[in-house]
């Protein structure tokens, strides 16, 4: 009988609490009916309208989204006048540096967002009449320029494979991943390439095989400077075989200081890059060895008269002239008299920015201005690139880095950033058995103590440290834009 009263008292409380939940839900369940019926029927009266159609909705969002990846795409690396310039020495910095140009030229940057142009395009247009019209990001191009490759002996043997062919790259690999990635890269070729049938010849009389010519052009290099004192080091048949070697095997690379035809030599050399002509005028002060005979257009010759002509021309057809001279004496750390004298004549024709070779050591960085305000960056001597020379100083050299811009708005293409960063020739040397190998160049950034502790020149029984390096660039001044303009 006690179990039969709990039984009942715990059913009649269950049916209690069954009660109470069913009223909970009926609550919950009117008071969700009620929000409905006021979003549907009285909210949008209260609004002034019905509300919008969720697809209508979705297409404006998708144009703001495109809008915003377009001014966030127009904000690349580049974009920034000092992003990526002054630290491109490390390969991821290049790296992103060069992602950052393709960025600034991609077809559009709704297409970045996902979102093809054809889906936003109407809304786009729509809007345009109830704001300013969008203006497309000013583009750059980069130059980098480095100085002599000069090949002794050692070096141009260095490249001789136990099969019989030739692999330079080496040389090259280390600063491969500035120069490839550079918009244009140029280098000064110091001697003749004309082939095997000269010859390896070595200083005072050089001719170097053509296949360092290949791994130029595998290291990015896409215009070579060849007027030098040694180009007719083997007579004027040496200079056309060089000449020759390379419109056959690369015509794609400028080569520019040599020509093969009175019709070539009053052709203003460029390059053409994002539709911006860029001319490179090379000329050498003399030659140590031969003569041209009354082929005079075979070797562009450095005097007033020339330069004035070859850059009036050049800056009626080019948006941008560089002239590359050789010039100065070698071993000089400090411009001559007739460097500076030169320079002034440059800029006085109207020459944007001047690159110097010839010394084998660096020299500084300026700008010169005209008697008529024309102002020109003159990069005094790169020095070596690449050598097997007996001294510190000649082992270090320059690499000139300029950014030009091209303007979203008048498309004037004008300097926007420079600087002169250093490069290390390093090479081993074993005096017992009088062995050169190991010969690259490397970026001063990458370079360390441990690495000039162990310089072939050292073994060689020459002076050599890092120090001695540090040295040499401290004393030869500002390189950079920031250093140079701070220069009352």
Known sequence: MGQISSWKKDRKEGSEKGRRGI????????????VCLFAVLILPRWTGGAHADP?????????????AGASEGGSSEKSSPEAGFPESETAGE???????????????SSSEAGFPESETAGENSSEAGASEPETSADEYISIIAVGDNLYHRSLSQSGIREDGSYDYTPVYRATKYLTAQADIAV?????????????????PRFNVPQQIGDAMVWAGFDVVTFATNHMMDMGRQGLIDTAKYWKEKHPEVLVTGISLSQEERDSVPYVECKGKKIAFLNYTYGINSGNLGRETYLLNIL?????????????????FVIVLPHWGVEGRMVPTDAQYQMAAVLADAGADVVIG?????????????????????????LGNFISLQDT?????????KLRLKIDAQTGKLTLDDYRMDY??????????IELFSGMTAIPWSDYTRSRASRHGLISWGKKFSYDMLEEIIRNNGPVTKEEIERIP
């Open 303 to 319: 005097n007033e008269a020339t330069v004035r002509a070859d850059i009036a021309r050049a800056k009626e057809e080019c948006d």
């Open 94 to 108: 290049s790296t992103s540096e060069a992602e950052a140009s393709e960025g600034d030229t991609s077809e559009d």
């Open 55 to 67: 697809g209508e909705t979705t297409a404006r969002a998708v144009a703001q989204g495109s809008e």
């Open 187 to 203: 280098i000064n070729q110091e001697t003749p390439m004309g082939g095997d049938a000269y010859g390896i010849q070595t200083y």
């Open 357 to 381: 070779t010839h010394p084998h050591v660096v020299q500084k960085v300026e700008w010169v201005t005209s008697a008529g305000g024309n102002r020109t960056l003159v990069f005094y001597s």
């Open 423 to 432: 490069v290390v020739t390093h090479f081993q040397y074993d005096p017992a």
């Open 23 to 34: 009223c909970i839900v009926a609550g919950v369940f009117a008071v969700l009916l009620f």
């Open 392 to 400: 510190a100083p000649k082992m270090l050299g320059g690499m000139a």
